[in-house]
């Protein structure tokens, strides 16, 4: 266990990376309903906006969140690799590029 602290480490910080990205989505789904009902109801628009900009805040917290905690788990491969941890790191490697195809997600 304690050869493979940089390694375990990186592999939760991208999975938590994943999750806050995952999340950051599911708040810019929720900005886009809230702006298409706030265009189809006009009268509901000035109620709507104070709940869109607690919504856009959410988004934008998780994705620099979901940011964060790739890079930092970028980092620490890098480190189980110097400390020559013996671990498959292209299992963080996948990960962090399944973590770059999601930034071209369409909500």
């Known amino acids: 266990m ?5 390694f375990l480490l990186a592999m939760l910080l991208v999975i938590f990376g994943l999750l806050a990205h995952m999340t950051a989505l599911k708040y810019g789904a929720h900005y886009a309903k809230l702006t298409a009902r706030a265009v189809a109801i006009p009268a509901d628009a000035v109620q709507l906006r104070a709940e869109r900009a607690l919504t856009n805040r959410n988004t934008n917290i998780a994705l620099w969140i979901g940011v964060v905690c790739a890079v ?3 980092a620490l491969t890098f480190l189980s690799h110097r400390a020559e941890e013996p ?3 292209s299992v963080v490697i996948v ?3 399944f973590y770059g195809i ?3 997600a369409v909500v």
């Open 95 to 97: 990960l962090l590029l």
């Open 87 to 89: 671990v498959p790191r």
């Open 72 to 74: 930092l788990g970028a």
């Open 2 to 6: 304690n050869q493979r602290k940089f």
């Open 102 to 104: 999601l930034h071209f």
